[in-house]
């Protein structure tokens, strides 16, 4: 029986292999394998739980996927009178195994042809261990609160609500030098979401769970910004930055020009937006 590799931390005692991951990844696993050869063993066990993990070699009670393939029109007559036939053995493993990690659970339970209409594979996020989002809110010059983004409304209504109070929403305008010296204006609006623990049935965990709460400053560049801008990649026009503790506008923007290699100048003449 051959052993076989896992990681840059693989310990091997005989046929067995052993890792112990350091990363942050570390789902709960048990899968056999079948290999893809059917020309040798290369049946598998493999058991993973809290950053360990262990193969081991089993003899051949699973056996790869196969199926016939005629591939008409792309042989020609000497290939076939070569090969002495006109079809081939299109070869896939097969994996039957489940992997709970990161809120979901991962089940394989036959062929794995890495093709999503042909795999044989499920996925179901488990509804305990989900967040669900319940509010997108603007906010005002001095943190105070706006409005709230509609919800569950048909796709193009919501859109339209949503783009009218993102105009309305009050935002601040900034001056600043870009890394090559550039002046350039930065239109900044504060915005907040909330998500709570649970989903469907297992919505009243939020009852014992604190709520997250994100609060960001979306800021909107007037020009490109950046080592990459009037490149083929383009610079940065716009995105969002998470805000600290008491942080507003200009100490939000402030930060950000100083993790940046910008300058920052002040707001702009008539720079309280309201659109």
């Known amino acids: 029986m051959r052993t076989y590799r896992w990681s840059d931390n693989d310990r091997y005692f005989g046929p067995f292999t052993y890792a112990r ?18 020309s040798r063993a290369d049946c598998r066990l493999r058991v993973s739980a809290l950053g360990h993990t262990l193969i081991c070699p089993m003899p051949p009670i699973v ?21 002495g036939r006109d079809w081939y053995w299109s070869c896939y493993p097969r994996e039957y195994s489940f992997t709970i990690a990161e809120g979901a659970l991962h089940l394989r339970f036959g062929r794995q042809t890495h093709d999503s209409g042909t795999d044989q594979s499920k996925c179901y996020f488990l509804p305990w261990s989900q967040w669900r989002h319940v509010r997108h809110s603007l906010y005002g010059l001095k943190g105070e609160h706006f409005a709230d983004m509609p919800e569950h409304r048909q796709l193009m209504e919501t859109w339209d609500w949503r783009k009218a109070l993102e105009d309305a929403c009050p935002k601040i305008v900034f001056r600043f030098n870009d ?50 801008k009037g490149s083929w990649k383009g610079g940065t026009t716009g995105h969002s930055i998470d805000m600290l503790p008491g942080e507003l506008h200009e100490s939000a923007f402030r930060r950000y020009c100083a993790e940046h290699d910008m300058t920052f100048i002040g707001e702009a003449e008539g720079s309280h937006a309201h659109a």
């Open 63 to 83: 056996h790869p996927w196969r199926q016939k393939v005629y591939p008409h029109g792309a042989w020609d007559e000497a290939t076939v009178q070569r090969l």
């Open 21 to 38: 991951e350091r990363g942050s990844y570390k789902p709960i696993t048990v899968a056999l394998y079948s290999g893809d050869d059917e």
């Open 179 to 228: 890394f090559d010296g550039e002046e350039i204006k930065a239109t900044t609006r504060i915005e907040e979401r909330e998500w709570r623990a649970g989903a469907g049935w297992f919505k009243w965990l939020s009852w014992f769970r604190k709520p997250k709460v994100s609060r960001s400053l979306d800021i909107r560049f007037a020009k490109e910004t950046g080592p990459r």
